[in-house]
């Protein structure tokens, strides 16, 4: 028989049974070698396993008639035992440390030959079913492989980001990481030998595997692992590492069934065994799909499992992302053909795949893709209660959770909204809508406590602008236009506490149980539902209103302190204005063009690309166009050289790309309408930025951009609709190419110079170029060019600005390599002019009746001539001019002022007898002035007291303006002599016109900035006080120059001044150091900021100064101000009058800011920003405590006692100071609150009393503050609808509470008396009474759970300013019922499953909130005499 022979060749009768008893003692986990004569009469024959394999591939069929193999062994005295035993040695022969190819061979074949004889009929009962031994045959496969490629896996492998779960430690860095994992690479590599295959090596031992993997597949079509748990998840290890084994080319297809024989891929082989398993053979119920499930979890999110490890990233490459999709894929088929027994099973799975989500955005990206894949296979009920759930997770405490959240919402709403089934309940129906996704969710987080979620959030919001569906923009647009986006979990912008902010920090464990995750909401949350939150019930209201409330909280994004969060919301404004879901307004535009002047780099060139896409989109709207300009053009001179980069290539992209000739010019090209469009702003609307507009040229020149062809382009366009704005560009690329046809440039000129009406912007440009020309062009031409110019300008009939190109254009044509014939030619021609000035004047001022015909226009360009002129031929201007520029500022109003002040002996305008000129003339006058002095000094030091006093006692508007203009440039030429005047500049700042006050903070930065004046004096004070300017262009112009232009010189700026701002802006002058420098009586009034109506200006620059000191400096700032300022008060060396007691109030106040708490301790730098490792992580810790008994310290030692002493001294004044020492020692107390005694050891009475009065003062304070809520709440008139809590939700967490508005500040709604029936007014005011207590109510003093249910939700007004989510995944569960998961940080496995989750039941309710028991020390000194009685 041809069975036995091969049996035979095994030599089983030769084995010793010895042997093969221990080798079944051993239960196969270990080997003993067999004989070595009777394994190589084994291996004599290399295919004996294969023809083994091919003798009993019959006995295995279901045919009845077949030959029972067993009885046939038994005939012929072949042991079974002997024949497993055999096999066995041969299959853990694969399993060596460093197995041969022979090896591998062998145990591959044996293990298939082991796997046949299991589908046999009748080896169970034959005892041939080993689990250990089922379990070695499969992993042979991975060990059997070459190893190299496990190595280039694991290589790849990235760690999770989101660390261990069970410790709640984070991962070590990726850096770190890598090198570990190359080291342990190497060890093996030098542990292990090498083993080298060819490539028909490989395809050899492929087919083995393949084979196996068949005769695995055939088994498990009729053996079954019932029972057998630990070989069911043996074959799912071996089946899921198949499938990402080697990638596959097309789609791997699972509606078709084919025959195991057929299937040849890897791949396709590992899907089938998984689709095998998920049959009822292998395991009652869903146990055996649950598990496949749970495989193939971490397929789709792109890890690697071990048994003994945590999950690991693989680094995202197309075989990943193929396997991942192939696994979608598969899962999708297997609930298409078993729908009711999977739906539960793919609702577990969604679950966990956001549940173990990581924050790497890839990862992100990938995992929402394939939620939403598998979403797609969900009926609507299901559907809806998994959005239901996904609202919930977007409210967990986890960061990542929060932002995935977000990504599988865009990629819900990038497809087609389902409509409700009739079966669907109603309560479920609102989350079907992509209404409550795009309010509930996204919106929603565009108020969250993390910078990084809020950003994400704003990201996502223009998302879903960009998406083909309209819904989503349909439901953005109802955020601008209706008060339906009530039912968002946006909570109300106000102060809030830390305590609201604090997170809690929850174990979670990755390698849990595979069991439905319950997401239980926070009872704010909870309540927030029910109150409203799906969106029924929604008063409408004034679109308007909604519009402006909006956008307030989109620009309040705008200003966020965190960079991305700022660019996230540039990107989402960006996309409102391209899609018209707000208005391109000037004031909207603005948002983007303002933020290219941002304090961040990355923002800058954010808010460019913004504007450079909205061009695109909408280029033919004007006012997109000039926002465009005033955003990049002026970032060409931006200290940053990649945003001067940045914002060259937008210029040359836009503007120089598309200048074509004149032929080439198309209308219906957009690219170049677009550029003369934009060209035609710059010399219309936008000439201010003709200075920035040059710089880009002259970078432009050195880089030698301006080819012939570009200049010709130019040319051509002089002559066609383009010419004003051809010659723009003519005139800045004049100045830096030498190609341009003179004869076109000469043409242009002669037939301006011939025109009877001048075109001002043209001629400008024309005149530019010329003067760039001049150098190269012929006497002859020079000398017809000049006598036109002499002809217009003796004419006085040019506008202002045409005079000054003719006067420079002059100068360019009269410079020489010879100094004195230039000095000649101006003596000529600007003399000329100049006494051709002094003539007319002479005739206007001296003359008696010369002002009875004056021609105000006129006499303006004589007198701006003789200015232009005068400076470049100094020699030519007499004295007489002199006077006569002085009598025009000499008016009968100054005169009548001098009877009655002192003015200085030196004042020259009481010279000469009072004329009467018009404002505009007299500011003009001023100009020419200090182009005079610019070039006599003594005519500046004589001049110097007249233009003081106009600052002073001058009435007109630019007369004052000018007189600042002059001075400044005076401060350039003569530094030292304006010294002096640089108080007289400086008050200025609080002139009662806002154009006067930026001028001269402007004029002030520049001159500060180049050092050609000092903070002197009281320079920094006037200057702060621009910071509480009624204006925000200059408030927001004061800080900027502040921080980002003295500060970064001097870091101690703010520091050294800030004790003496305190008595600067209490207008207090006993202290013998501060405040001591000279001031006038007007000048103090003027600058002060004493009383209590001012109190917010100071403490406005106080916290802003505190807010940019280091903490260096906020330290020693507490030092100084208690021995500089509290120190005096004890000594007596201060009095404690009125004055005193309000600067002392005001020292107690800054003490009790948050803005002097070192970042440090309060960690507020880096509260956002978990550290990257445990190493960070304990070096934060360490340098907190460090710091903290450092301060400490210097409390205990420096502070306390003088607190104390002036504790002591208040109290016998009875002094209103004591209030604000009692709130600065509550402030102080809350960091030391368990050691007030500690602090105060040294006088255990005056610790009790202090501890005492804290409790006794924060009492009084709550009543306080519950008698001003009372007080405010009689002002709402918002009345919600009656019998409606959801009304009253909606109303409370409308746009205006999202925007940051404070509830006595925003819009009220329009009484609805007229709907409301008598009888119900009462009670809808109590209503609306209870939803504003609850919203104005501080955290720590809420109503009781049991009234939460007749109020609107605490979720709604907890007085955060930024929305907090408060959920968190505390119910996990795997398994056909829910309970509640309490997931304890503290918690230890004691049984030693790890990898199982503690339950309890949902029937136990959460233990009540401790009660603590507050006593006075008197009421405890009273109960211990009562114990000792």
């Known amino acids: 028989m041809a069975l036995m022979r091969v049996v035979e060749l095994l030599r089983l009768s030769a084995v010793s049974t010895v042997w093969v008893d221990t080798i079944w003692d051993l239960e196969f986990t270990d080997i003993e070698p067999l004989d070595s004569r009777i394994e190589d009469e084994i291996k004599e024959d290399p295919e004996v396993f294969k023809k083994l394999y091919k003798q009993l591939l019959p006995f295995s069929s279901d045919d009845d008639s077949a030959q029972n193999i067993w009885t046939v062994l038994g005939e012929n005295e072949v042991s079974v035992k002997s024949l497993v035993a055999v096999l066995a040695y041969f299959i853990l022969g694969g399993k060596a440390k460093s197995p041969s190819v022979e090896q591998r061979h062998y145990s591959l074949q044996a293990s298939s030959l082991y796997l046949l004889l299991l589908r046999i009929p009748g080896s169970v009962a034959n005892k041939v079913f080993h689990q250990i031994l089922f379990d070695t045959c499969l992993d042979v496969i991975l060990r059997c492989w070459p190893q190299t490629c496990g190595k280039k896996r694991k290589k790849t492998a990235l760690k999770s980001s989101q660390g261990d779960p069970k410790t709640g430690k984070r991962s070590k860095s990726q850096k770190k990481a890598s090198e570990e994992m190359e080291i342990d690479e190497d060890d093996e590599e030098e542990e ?216 599988v919402t865009v990629v819900l709403l990038g497809v087609d909204e389902r409509e409700a089934d009739e079966s669907l309940i109603t309560d479920l129906a609102v989350y079907l809508s992509h209404r409550f996704l795009v309010h509930n969710i996204i919106y929603a987080r565009c108020s969250d406590i993390s910078p990084t979620v809020r950003g994400h959030a704003l990201h996502c919001l223009a998302q879903c602008l960009e998406l083909p569906s309209r819904n989503a923009t349909k439901w953005i647009h109802e955020i601008f236009s209706s008060s339906s986006t009530a039912g968002t979990q946006t909570l109300m912008e106000t102060v809030h506490s830390e305590k609201t902010l604090k997170r809690r920090d929850t174990a979670q464990k990755t390698a849990m149980t595979f069991r439905t995750i319950e997401l239980s909401k926070h009872k704010s949350i909870a309540a927030a539902s029910h109150h409203g939150g799906t969106g029924s019930g929604i008063i409408p209201d004034n679109t308007s209103v909604e519009y402006q409330e909006t956008m307030a909280l989109f620009k309040q994004r705008i200003g966020d302190p965190k960079p991305n969060v700022r660019k996230c919301a540039l990107e989402t404004v960006m996309s409102l204005l391209k899609h018209g879901v707000i208005l391109c307004s000037p004031e909207n535009l603005a948002i983007l063009s303002e933020r290219c002047r941002d304090p961040a780099v990355s923002v800058k060139k954010k808010s460019m690309q913004c504007l450079m896409d909205l061009l695109t989109a909408l280029h033919d709207n004007i006012e997109v166009q000039e926002a465009w300009l005033r955003g990049v053009v002026p970032t060409v001179i931006d200290s940053e050289s990649t945003v001067q980069e940045k914002a060259l290539e937008c210029l040359d992209d836009v503007i120089l790309k598309h200048i074509k000739s004149h032929g080439s010019y198309k209308n219906h090209d957009t690219s170049q309408k677009l550029a003369w469009d934009l060209l035609g702003l ?56 030498s190609k341009l046809n003179y004869g076109t440039v000469l043409e242009a000129w002669e037939h301006t110079v011939r025109s009877p009406v001048v075109d001002v912007k043209t001629t400008c440009h024309i005149l530019t170029v010329i003067s760039n020309l001049a150098a190269g062009i012929n006497d002859d031409t020079k000398s017809r060019i000049v006598a036109d110019l002499m002809g217009w300008l003796k004419g006085f009939n040019l506008p202002l600005e045409v005079i000054s190109s003719s006067v420079d254009a002059l100068v360019c044509l009269g410079q020489s390599e010879n100094v004195m014939d230039t000095m000649a030619f101006l003596n000529q021609y600007c003399g000329e002019l100049v006494s051709l000035c002094e003539e007319y004047l002479s005739g206007i001022l001296l003359n008696e009746r010369g002002a009875e015909n004056l021609n105000e226009e006129l006499l303006v360009k004589y007198v701006y001539t003789l200015g232009a002129a005068s400076l470049h031929c100094p020699a030519k201007v007499k004295k007489r001019v ?128 180049e050092e050609f004046i000092k903070w002197k004096g009281s320079l920094f004070f006037r200057f702060t006080v621009a910071l509480v300017d009624p204006e925000p262009t200059i408030s927001d112009l004061c800080e900027y120059c502040l921080v980002d232009l003295f500060l970064k010189k001097n870091q101690l700026m703010f520091s050294q001044h800030f004790i003496e701002c305190i008595f600067h802006f209490n207008s207090y002058e006993k202290h013998k150091k501060y405040n001591k420098f000279s001031q006038t009586d007007s000048e103090k009034i003027k600058f002060s900021l004493k009383g209590m109506k001012n109190q917010g200006k100071r403490f406005r620059i106080y916290r802003f100064l505190l807010k940019n000191f280091t903490d260096e400096q906020r330290f020693n700032i507490t030092t100084r101000i208690s021995q500089d300022v509290l120190a005096l008060f004890v000594d007596s060396e201060l009095p404690l009058d009125a004055d005193g007691s309000e600067l002392l109030a005001d020292v107690f106040d800054v003490l009790s800011l948050k803005e002097i708490k070192l970042t440090a301790i309060s960690g507020s730098a880096h509260a956002d920003e978990p550290p990257e490792d445990e190493m960070a992580a304990a070096k934060v810790i360490m340098q907190k405590k460090l710091v903290s008994q450092v301060q400490k310290k210097n409390f205990v030692e420096n502070v306390i006692p003088m607190v104390i002493a002036l504790k002591n001294q208040l109290e016998e004044h009875r002094s209103p100071v004591l209030k604000h020492l009692m709130a600065y020692l509550q402030v102080t107390m809350q960091d030391y609150r368990s050691e007030v005694k500690e602090l105060f050891a040294a006088d255990e009475q005056l610790a009790a009393e202090v501890e005492y009065n804290l409790k006794m003062y924060e009492k009084q304070k709550q009543q306080e503050q519950q008698e001003q809520l ?89 007085g955060r300013a930024i929305s907090t989510p408060q959920a968190s995944i505390n119910e996990v569960t795997f398994g056909e019922q829910v309970s509640a998961i309490h997931c304890d940080g503290a918690r230890r496995d004691t049984t030693g499953e790890g990898s199982v989750l503690h339950l309890k039941s949902p029937e136990h309710q959460a233990p009540a909130p401790r009660q603590w028991n507050v006593e006075s020390p008197i009421v405890r000194k009273s109960r211990g005499r009562k114990r000792q009685l």
């Open 192 to 407: 292990e030998e090498e083993v080298y295959f060819s490539a028909q090596g490989l395809l050899k031992l492929r087919e083995d595997v393949v084979a196996l993997l068949q005769t695995l597949l055939r088994l498990l079509e009729k053996f079954s692992l019932k029972g057998k748990p630990q070989s069911v998840d043996s074959c799912l290890r071996i089946f899921t590492e198949l499938t990402t084994f080697e990638p596959v080319v097309g789609e791997l297809s699972f509606t078709e069934k084919r025959d195991v024989d057929q299937l040849e891929r890897l791949p396709e082989l590992a899907y089938h065994g998984l689709w095998l398993l998920c049959s009822p053979t292998h395991g009652e119920g869903n146990e055996c799909r649950r598990r496949v499930f749970h495989r193939l979890l971490y397929v789709i999110l792109m890890m690697r499992k071990d048994e003994r490890s945590n999950p690991c990233l693989l680094a995202p490459s197309q075989t990943v992302y193929k396997a991942r999709d192939q696994a979608i894929l598969f899962i999708c088929n297997i609930v298409d053909e078993q729908p009711e027994a999977t739906l539960p099973l793919l609702k577990i799975l969604l679950q966990h795949i956001c549940h173990q989500m990581v924050e790497k955005s890839d990862y992100r990206a990938s995992g929402s893709q394939a939620v939403g894949k598998l979403m797609a296979k969900m009926p609507c009920e299901e559907y809806a209660t998994f959005i239901r759930w996904l609202h919930n997770y977007s409210q967990n405490n986890r960061v990542a959770f929060r932002m995935f959240a977000l990504d």
């Open 682 to 737: 710059m010399c219309d609307k936008c000439q201010d930025l003709g200075r920035y507009f040059s710089k880009a040229f002259s970078v432009w020149s050195r880089q030698q951009k301006f080819t012939t062809t570009f200049v010709n382009n130019l040319i051509w366009h002089t002559e066609g609709d383009r010419a004003a704005e051809a010659w723009l560009l003519l005139a800045k690329v004049a100045g830096g190419s």
């Open 882 to 1009: 002199f006077l006569l520029i002085q009598s025009i500022l000499t008016s009968s109003e100054q005169s009548g002022s001098e009877e009655g002040a002192e003015l200085p002996a030196s004042q020259p305008l009481s010279q000469f007898k009072s004329s009467s000129m018009p404002t505009v003339v007299r500011a003009h006058a001023v100009i020419t002035l200090g182009k005079l002095c610019l070039q006599h000094e003594e005519l500046m030091v004589k001049y110097l007291p007249a233009f003081a006093r106009e600052l002073e006692v001058g009435k007109e508007l630019a007369v004052r303006n000018n007189v600042v203009v002059v001075l400044c440039d005076l401060c350039v030429r003569y530094p030292n002599t304006l010294t002096r005047y640089i108080p007289n500049i400086s008050a200025c700042l609080r002139d009662p016109e806002p154009l006067i006050r930026k001028q001269t903070l402007i004029m002030l930065s520049n001159l500060l900035q």
């Open 1270 to 1358: 009372e007080q405010q709440l009689t002002n709402f008139t918002l009345s919600p609808s009656p019998g409606n809590a959801a009304t009253a939700a909606a109303a409370a967490a409308s746009p205006a509470a999202r925007a940051g508005l404070r509830p006595g500040v925003t819009t009220p709604l329009a009484p609805r008396s007229a709907q409301i029936p008598a009888d119900k007014r009462k009670a809808s005011d109590v209503l609306r009474r209870r939803t504003f207590a609850a919203m104005l109510t501080p955290v720590g003093r809420r109503v009781s759970q049991d009234t939460i249910s007749s109020v609107p939700s605490k979720g709604f007004y907890d």
